[in-house]
């Protein structure tokens, strides 16, 4: 069974500052209307994720809530992995091949650079930097989620907001 993973960056967040930890920064007014917009389309082109897992970093988590409103999923059904944070790729590795062998569809939402990081790993595709608010959908044949790792998908598309918003 084909299983697909969709990696979103966090959509823009407030500036980093003294008075507020990285931990609890949130998303701006850009950033805001960035997982609107993917949420949106998601949805048009029909995708269907199984299961939402976040970093429980303030941005990333809110631009997790506002996709999983656009297809009416409860912010209780957003899963948190606290090492999506600050684990690294291999926290990342560990939320998927944790994940339950029902879903075929999983979106995770994290942060750079470990989230670029982590695509370019399994897909071997070469992305750069992963845009603010953007989505990497990697694909894998005849696996289970426990057997990812390391060049065992295909990056079959990477959409940006900007490049939604192009299209509307």
């Known amino acids: 069974m084909k299983k697909t993973l969709i990696l ?14 990285d931990f609890d920064r ?6 805001l209307s960035e997982s609107l917009a993917m949420g949106k389309w998601l949805v048009q082109e029909g995708v269907k994720p199984d299961a939402f897992v976040s970093s429980p970093a303030s941005r990333a988590f809110k631009t997790a809530e506002i996709i999983a409103g656009q297809f009416k999923v409860s912010v209780d059904d957003i899963q948190r992995q606290e090492g999506i944070y600050d684990g690294g790729p291999r926290a990342y590795l560990q939320a998927v091949n944790n994940a339950s062998e029902q879903y075929s569809t999983l979106i995770l939402f994290g942060h750079n650079p470990d989230i670029t990081y982590f695509a370019e790993y399994l897909s071997g595709a070469s992305i750069g930097s992963m845009k603010k608010g953007s989505a990497a959908f990697i694909e894998f044949k005849n696996q289970k989620w426990e057997e990812i790792s390391a060049k065992t998908g295909d990056l079959v598309l990477y959409k940006t907001p900007k490049q939604v918003r192009e299209e509307e």
């Open 26 to 31: 949130n998303l701006n007014s850009k950033g």
């Open 8 to 21: 979103v960056r966090h959509a823009t967040a407030e500036d980093q500052s003294f008075r507020i930890k």
